[in-house]
């Protein structure tokens, strides 16, 4: 099981009813979350690959993945991740494939064309852009 952050410590305190899981805030509440919603905040608070993968099931229009706090290239500045545009899964890249009508998308710090973080979006059957995330 991934390692808990701080940020999702304070959130299972805060919300014992929901320790574990996922939540996202839809866009235009964003701006009221508290800091501990952070979804995502480092690379070890979802599992790599679709099978140990943190699965978000109720994802909307208009909801986003949060991944800002991430640094996308590992010992690198504050790099921000950018969308894989198809050919080599390099460094700062995410890569989205459509596997039995769930969307998996992997993260990619240092390069190696392996995943560093995969999440994954339950019955999600189209890709997401760079405005479905917080980068």
């Known amino acids: 099981m991934p390692a ?3 940020a999702a410590t304070a959130h299972n305190r805060r919300w014992p009813e929901r320790a574990g899981r ?3 805030v839809p866009q235009h509440r964003q701006r009221h979350r508290p800091s501990a919603d952070r979804l995502f905040a480092a690379l070890n608070e979802s599992g790599i690959g679709a099978a140990k993968a943190d699965q978000i099931t109720d994802f909307a229009p208009g909801d986003k993945i949060d991944i800002s706090k991430i640094d996308a290239v590992a010992d ?4 921000a991740f950018k969308l894989d545009a198809g050919g080599a ?6 890569h989205q494939t459509l ?14 064309a392996a995943a560093e973080m995969s999440i994954v979006l339950v019955g999600q059957t189209t890709l997401l852009a760079a405005a479905d995330f917080i980068l």
């Open 4 to 6: 808990v952050s701080a």
């Open 22 to 24: 996922c939540r996202l």
């Open 76 to 79: 690198g500045d504050d790099n």
């Open 89 to 94: 899964f390099v460094a700062g890249e995410i």
């Open 99 to 112: 596997s039995g009508g769930n969307l998996v998308i992997d993260f990619n710090v240092d390069g190696d």
